[in-house]
């Protein structure tokens, strides 16, 4: 008989956003595209400086050797402790066409850096060539704008975009590129026959990610649609790999750029790069080209920063105290807390298990809400450790897992086999073409796939056929 089968299983986690690296996201290129993109020096010295110490180290040992090294030489230079680190920036190079495997004279096998890469890193280390970093205009901009405008400017932009998501009326609007790409993405979604655009699972678990990832993610949506757009990929990773070796609060020209260029900053404006016949990249723009943080100093400049900005107070009775007066951030925390009260500057909430699981049964994990309450955790959490009370963030992680303990999979049953010999011989072949679900020997029964339960029929209607004859 056919039916839903539940499967026991020690832990299930929802599927997250894949936030890619710089790295994973240019080993989705082609060939092609990459060969073109390392003609840019911008492009070779950002990749560079993104690769792990150890594989930065070999591609300066090789810079200047203009021919194949053996690998038994490179092979040396680390310790046979370091022979897994070693394979792995091996597969890491070449995954991302900044060497290749070449045979040698006598048969032996060496690695040759790609020639394209070689010239134009060179290029941007030493010197010479053609230039390739963004110049200020001559003339000074008599509208100046300073650090703390640019990042004031940056993410009110950006804030629009998010208010636009959780539907808070207070956002101004937002550029149809924008909406283009929260539906490309997969953040928002309109339903049939309503005109208004509601936020997805993937939605929610988007408005937990620190800023960086969230732009960076954007981004890579935007850099999916480029060529429907009519823009040239190459031409729009080139300058934000120049942007990102940019001053913060220097004005640049835009005089020189082609249409493409031009019509590409305009939809920047979004991570608050400002166009007024000259541009000023902000903080948020600059940090693009490194992809999500993820880096130790990464990680520890992020920290100071939430210290003087968060405004979360979470205690072991539940109790959650925002003080804030942005409506933003008080939507964010409304995902996975029940809102008790609310004053000019200060909000009141309580985590319990329902409001978590509505939060859970929207798309967002558990981990995501315990990172999101302790990036943004108050200065005063910070004198006291842990910033987030340890009781608080196992018991959402609990109620998490006590949600996720079954998997419900269509299946088909199989029992009531006249001997042990035939239901061993079904259930053999079953696992062989990996359609067995689940089996057991007490009762001879075992469940198959939907999609399995043909084939293994056939193959029963034809051993039963054999055995009778």
């Known amino acids: 008989m056919t039916g839903r089968i539940a499967l026991t299983e020690k832990y299930w986690t929802q599927r997250t956003l894949d936030c890619k690296d710089l790295h994973s996201y240019l080993k989705t290129l082609t060939a ?17 400086r993104e690769l792990p110490e150890l594989s930065r180290l070999y591609i300066m040992r090789i810079l ?55 010239r134009n890193l060179k290029g941007a280390l030493l010197g010479g060539g053609n230039e390739w970093s963004m110049k200020p205009p001559m003339d000074a901009d008599p509208k100046a704008r300073g650090i703390a405008i640019l990042d004031e400017y940056a993410m009110g932009r950006w804030e629009c975009v998010l208010h636009f998501m959780v539907g808070s009326h207070q956002h101004e609007v937002i550029s149809s590129d924008a909406l283009q790409i929260l539906q490309h993405a997969g953040l928002m979604k309109k339903e049939p026959g309503e005109n208004q655009l509601t936020i997805t699972r993937d939605g929610f678990q988007f408005l937990l990610m620190d800023t960086s990832a969230q732009v960076w993610y954007f981004l890579l949506q935007y850099l999916d649609t480029a060529t429907a757009r009519g823009l040239d990929l190459i031409d729009c990773l080139g300058f934000l790999f120049q942007l990102s070796f940019s001053t913060l609060g220097q004005d640049y020209s835009t005089d020189s750029m082609s249409d493409g260029l031009q019509k590409f900053l305009q939809h920047l404006r979004e991570f608050g790069l400002r166009k007024d016949g000259r541009f000023y990249p902000t903080r948020l723009a600059l940090d693009i080209a490194s992809g999500p943080k993820k ?20 205690e072991t009775n539940y109790r959650v105290y925002a003080y804030t007066d942005s409506s933003l951030q008080v939507a964010l925390i409304a995902l996975f807390c029940e809102l008790m009260y609310r004053f000019p500057n200060l909000v009141v909430g309580i985590i319990t298990r329902e409001s978590v699981r509505q939060a859970l049964r929207s798309g967002i994990t558990a981990d995501q809400i315990v990172s999101f309450l302790r990036q943004h955790a108050h200065p005063e959490c910070y004198k006291e450790p842990p910033v987030l009370p340890s009781t608080i963030a196992d018991q959402i992680k609990l109620w998490a897992i006590e949600r996720d303990r079954f998997i419900y999979k269509d299946g088909v049953l199989y029992n009531q086999f006249d001997s042990q010999a035939d239901f061993e011989i079904l259930k053999n072949y079953a696992q062989e073409r990996g359609v067995l679900v689940w089996h057991t020997t007490h009762g001879r029964k075992m469940v198959v796939t939907k999609e399995g339960h043909e084939e293994v029929r056939k193959f029963w209607k034809r051993h039963s056929r054999n055995g009778s004859m």
């Open 32 to 48: 092609t595209v990459l060969d073109r993109l390392y003609n840019h020096p911008a492009t070779c010295l950002a990749v560079f």
């Open 64 to 118: 200047f050797v203009d021919q194949a090294v053996p690998k038994a030489i490179m092979g040396s230079w680390v310790s046979p402790n370091s022979a897994k680190e070693l394979e792995d920036i091996v597969k890491l190079l070449t995954e991302l066409r900044l060497w290749q495997e070449v045979e040698m004279q006598g048969g032996l096998k060496g690695w040759l850096l790609n020639p394209t890469f070689r």
């Open 295 to 314: 880096s130790m100093l990464n990680t520890m400049t992020a920290t100071s920063s939430n210290q003087s900005s968060g405004y979360i107070v979470v």
